[in-house]
């Protein structure tokens, strides 16, 4: 799998280190053999998730050899010895992937991360946290000066810190910047996403920018002269930069070139998205054997080149010359001609080491204005390579397909090698579809079937196929009256009262969001979808939890009673024990129960039942159960919408106000889950406690726990949905209660959600965070 870091160790000599997706550091030593290669000394296991970042922690007296220092998608920093494979120490802190590490003296590790935070570390414990960045912290460096350290991010900002402060900040790049390096006491270079190279003076001023790759730039590295360096990006080469020209490009058979570092013999290593480490010397007696060298060659040429990507600019096969055009010689090293042989498109890359050209691959595709392109990816083609974002500011996952796969088992490959929820099978495969419509080859069904029970897809919580195969499964439709002005976009649903368009919002001045105190629920269903598969799993269920066919009958009636609230019919007491019964399944089935049960707490007659007496204890105790952050995704997000649409009656919310403590606390708990439905849902739940909580100032314990869960979610959450809900939850629990306000500023809700006024994207979350420093 990829290989994401790469550092030179202190100790052995020549020795270095990788980190993976594979969950593995591995430490690689020359070998002793006789061989030109390196040999794997250890392999260190720790991480419970891809290990995306590595950095050596310099020898002292405790550990002459020095350590290793592992961040990962675990949120934590292990860090071992050289002589054991599982970490002396964890460090855990962050709230999210940590994706950059840097050591600098007296055992000091800086560490940066998705949470958007750099935290400093010494004697396995954390000094001090470096908030400003309002995205993720891609670079961290600690200068050779004490006390100063630089951190790069998403939100395209250099920041330099000294003890603990933001002492200055970089801008110039137009995208994240991924990589920094120390050039000396007063320089250093970043790379970015937006394919440039800067030279900054620590005083502020960027005294060089350097261009030559065509893609996002991972890494960089500075030789021991201080001036020179080596970067890799995602236009698939290394490129040797001297005296401030790229006097050297290396191409590689992978899209991806992740990470370099430099080995104390001036050879670079370089790790990349095959999941291949390849060293590179310019001492030709350590050269590979020839039968090495030949087969990178071979491996090289028969690479296929996307014109997609913009690297080779637009391809017109009729304008290519032909192959006599390889008899004149390159001007520079890295240099690259097109050759049209037959009807295929060949690239050529100019050696000037070797005076010769050299294939780097096939570009299929030809001209980016035709239709048909295949896309090479982990050194095989793909009609289509998606980019799905998995966490905002973190980075993109790829995802390959052909037209004559089928969506769904490709979704189903996916989310199995990406470690991700299977919740995501539906949103993903349908994600595709939705994208290669017009092309005929293995599109899927209208009916959706699935490859795994050959029925039509059941998606929990889901409404009709009315929205689209585009449609967020998981993103229901809220329907809530909010008294919003006419002409203004109502700010959970985005649509419009009055053909008003939605950026009118910024210019409005009246305060639509909060307080909010109608309650917003979650209405969305497909009820032939529903009872499809609760058939289904009916009929796998085990023995003594069948239910029966008149059972299933009064599941039925009930679903269409509950689905449209303007029918005359009434629920029965019989189909409310039934649906009561059926909903202590077995977890691993029950969850088109739990959406029937969604559905109808909405309905007065069974909210009345079900939240009233004794039974509504049972009721929320049901629900906190299935709540468990050990719990199963689906079930926790649809107990959790169940839960807000209780809401909807009175006996549903005077339940709910009397089990207060206990549902918020297992809210709070639910905060570190990695699923932004769920997220969406903690924040709906305490949007609705909040409304309910409006206009009793004599209430400020409930506001209390408002205000301290609604902040502590808001540390981890990064749907920017979620964020809304959140920031509407705190605004409605201030509004016109001034010791609410108080309690909010001393608790420091401001700072903390300063990084969301200037939110443009969507606009609806930096207005709303104004609106709140308003009241404040």
């Not at 720790?46 to 002459?64: D, K, L, Q, R």
């Not at 994706?99 to 935290?119: I, Q, R, Y």
């Not at 790069?152 to 790049?173: F, M, P, Q, V």
């Not at 839960?643 to 708990?669: E, T």
């Amino acid at each position: 799998m990829d290989v994401r870091g790469l550092a030179a160790t202190a100790y052995p000599d020549g020795a270095f280190v990788s980190v993976s997706r594979d969950r593995t550091a591995r430490v690689w030593v020359p070998d002793s053999s006789g061989n030109k290669g390196f040999m794997e000394m250890q392999c260190m296991n720790g991480h419970a998730n891809f290990v995306s970042c590595v950095c050596i922690i310099g020898p002292n007296e405790t550990y002459p050899r020095g350590l290793i220092a592992t961040g990962g998608h675990d949120n934590n920093i292990c860090v071992f010895s050289l002589d054991r494979p599982d970490p002396l120490f964890t460090l855990k802190g962050h709230k999210n992937t940590v994706c950059t590490l840097s050591a600098g003296k007296f055992g000091t590790l800086l560490s940066g991360s998705w949470d958007t935070t750099a935290k400093v570390w010494l004697n396995e414990k954390c000094m001090m946290t470096l908030q400003g960045h309002t995205a993720a912290v891609w670079a961290v460096v600690i200068l050779p000066e004490q006390g100063l350290m630089l951190s790069g991010s998403a939100d395209k900002t250099i920041k330099l810190w000294k003890a603990g402060r933001c002492e200055n900040t970089y801008t110039g790049h137009e995208d994240c910047v991924r990589g920094l390096a120390v050039i000396n006491e007063v320089e250093f270079l970043s790379c970015s996403n937006d394919a440039s190279i800067r030279r900054w003076m620590v005083t502020g001023e960027c005294v060089q920018v350097y261009y030559g790759h065509t893609n996002y730039i991972y890494s960089i590295a500075v030789f021991p002269n201080g001036q020179d360096f080596v970067s890799t990006g995602e236009d698939r080469t290394v490129r040797v930069w001297r005296k401030g020209e790229c006097c050297q490009t290396i191409r590689l058979p992978a899209q991806s070139v992740w990470c370099c570092c430099l080995l104390p013999n001036g050879d670079i290593a370089v790790g990349a998205s095959d999941g291949a480490i390849r060293v590179f010397t310019e001492i030709e007696e350590r050269f590979a054997s020839t039968q090495d060298l030949q087969a990178f060659e071979d491996e090289l040429s028969k690479a296929i080149i996307d014109p997609k990507t913009g690297d080779l600019g637009d391809i017109k096969i009729e304008d290519l010359p032909g192959k006599e055009h390889l008899n004149e010689p390159g001007n520079r090293d890295g240099q690259t001609r097109l050759i049209k042989e037959d009807s295929n498109v060949e690239a050529y890359q100019w050696s000037m080491a070797d005076e010769r050209w050299v294939k780097i691959g096939d570009v299929v595709g030809g001209s980016s204005q035709q239709s048909s392109k295949r896309v090479m990816y982990e050194g095989k083609e793909y009609d289509f390579v998606f980019t799905i974002d998995v966490n905002e500011g973190g980075p993109a996952l790829k995802l390959p397909y052909n037209l004559m796969d089928d969506p769904w088992l490709t979704a189903h490959n996916f989310l199995q090698k990406n470690d991700l929820s299977p919740m995501f099978l539906d949103q993903v495969a349908n994600f595709i579809i939705e994208n290669t419509k017009g092309h005929t080859l293995g599109q899927a069904p209208s009916t959706s079937a699935d490859p795994f029970t050959g029925s039509g897809r059941y998606i929990p919580g889901s409404g009709s196929d009315s929205q689209g195969s585009g449609a967020d499964p998981f993103t229901v439709l809220i329907r809530v009256s909010t008294g919003v002005p006419s002409g203004v976009a109502d700010p959970f649903t985005g649509k419009i009262s009055c053909g008003s368009a939605y950026s009118s919002l910024q210019k409005v001045t009246t305060n639509i969001y909060f307080p909010s105190t109608d309650g917003v629920m979650f209405e969305q269903a497909n009820a032939t979808q529903i009872l499809s598969k609760l058939q289904e799993l009916n009929n796998t269920a085990p023995q003594d939890h069948k239910l029966s066919e008149a059972a299933l009958v009064s599941l039925e009636k009930l679903l269409l009673v509950v689905t449209d609230l303007k029918r005359k019919e009434q629920p029965t007491a019989e189909q409310i024990n039934v649906l009561w019964r059926a909903s202590h399944w077995p977890e691993d089935i029950v969850f088109p129960v739990l959406d029937i049960l969604r559905l109808a707490v909405r309905h007065p007659e069974v909210n009345a039942q079900l939240c009233g007496g004794t039974e509504g204890a049972s009721l929320c105790n049901h629900l906190l159960g299935l709540m468990s952050p050990e719990g199963r995704p689906a079930n926790q997000m649809l107990a959790l919408r169940t839960l807000c649409n209780c809401f909807s009656g009175s006996h549903g919310r005077a339940l709910l106000l009397g089990q207060r403590d206990a549902v918020l606390s297992r809210v709070g708990d639910l905060r570190a889950v990695c699923n932004k439905n769920i997220h969406v849902a903690l924040a709906t739940l305490v949007l609705n406690y909040a409304g309910r909580l409006y206009g009793q100032p004599a209430e400020i314990e409930a506001k209390a726990q408002c205000l301290s869960v609604a902040s502590t979610i808001l540390e981890v959450v990064m749907d920017r949905e979620a964020v809304f809900r959140l920031l509407v939850a705190l605004g409605t629990t201030v509004a016109g209660d001034g010791t609410a306000k108080d309690l909010a500023r001393s608790l420091g809700v401001k700072s903390q959600i300063s990084k969301y006024a200037s939110v443009s994207d969507p606009g609806k979350v930096g207005e709303c965070c104004r609106l709140i420093f308003k009241e404040l």
